[in-house]
């Protein structure tokens, strides 16, 4: 899809981003050629990107899925990207027609889509800003009235945190929001690391340099640091296949790419 009536005037479509690669490596149409080259030399240095690009999306329909047994009704996403098939506000509302989202994205074009596409959606929208300043984002978020502070908070942060550096102290981010959310909120997060095939991740990480959107993967312990303040539930921090997998899966999990898991706040 090139340029459409929804695309803001100043902005730089040959500049790729990560929302409009992933779209793409789903399968999306929401995408530009800048963002499709730059996918080619994704695959290039992952094989397994469109893979793992579904591995991601699955997750997060199970994790929402979970909250919602536990009693979540209302969710932050964290860096939702382009709405493509399977938001989070479609998975919820199929198991809890009352669910509330706040979708929050800084870059114009996922913005500008998700506001054309739940324009008539009174139980969900989007607010444009940075995941990294949590005071900013849960005060807009708090005044979309789609957010109550006295009810626990489906907080999703699925794919993202790897475009956090570390300069940016990704923990005190987290930190942030799990303090500012009333016990029985659940975290769920997942991001790349390089504990699984570290070859492919190094060759990614020299592929993002040439986007807006600079990567940084994460082991295992820094991952399951995220969650500090939060009773992670079983399986832990694990590849995506492994959590709480709906029947059997030929995925292999040394090859997944990206860690996650949900924790629950104490």
């Known amino acids: 899809m090139e340029l459409a009536n929804w695309v803001p005037d100043d902005v730089d479509t040959g500049l790729p981003s990560a929302a409009r690669l992933y779209d793409y490596l789903l399968g999306g149409g929401h995408n530009f050629a ?26 997060l329909r199970r994790a929402v899925l979970f909250m919602i047994d536990n009693g ?8 939702s990207g382009i709405p493509t098939v399977g938001n989070v506000h479609e998975v919820a509302r199929r198991a ?3 669910s509330r989202v706040v979708y929050v994205d800084f870059e114009d074009i996922a913005v500008a889509h998700s506001r054309m596409m739940l324009a008539d959606d009174p139980l969900a929208t989007i607010v444009q800003q940075d995941l990294t300043e949590p005071e900013v984002v849960l005060e807009a978020a708090l005044g979309t009235g789609l957010v109550d502070r006295a009810e ?7 794919g993202v945190f790897h475009f956090v550096p570390p300069e940016r102290h990704p923990e005190a981010v987290v930190a942030a929001y799990r303090d500012a959310v009333v016990p029985g909120s659940h975290l769920a997060l997942s991001q790349f690391t390089a504990d699984l095939q570290p070859v492919e991740m190094a060759g990614i990480v020299e592929v993002m340099k040439k986007s807006m959107n600079p990567m940084f993967p994460r082991t295992l312990a820094e991952i399951t640091g995220l969650f500090a303040g939060f009773d992670v539930v079983e399986p832990g921090v694990v590849p995506l296949p492994l959590w709480r997998p709906e029947g059997l899966s030929d995925d292999d999990p040394a090859k997944a790419g990206i860690l996650g898991g949900v924790g629950r706040k104490r």
């Open 34 to 59: 800048g963002d499709r080259a730059l996918g080619e030399q994704f695959l290039k240095a992952q094989p397994n990107a469109r893979a793992i690009a579904r591995l991601n999306r699955a997750f």
């Open 72 to 79: 979540i009704r209302q969710f932050l996403d964290l860096g």
């Open 152 to 158: 626990p908070l489906g907080v999703l942060a699925v």
């Open 96 to 98: 809890a027609p009352e």
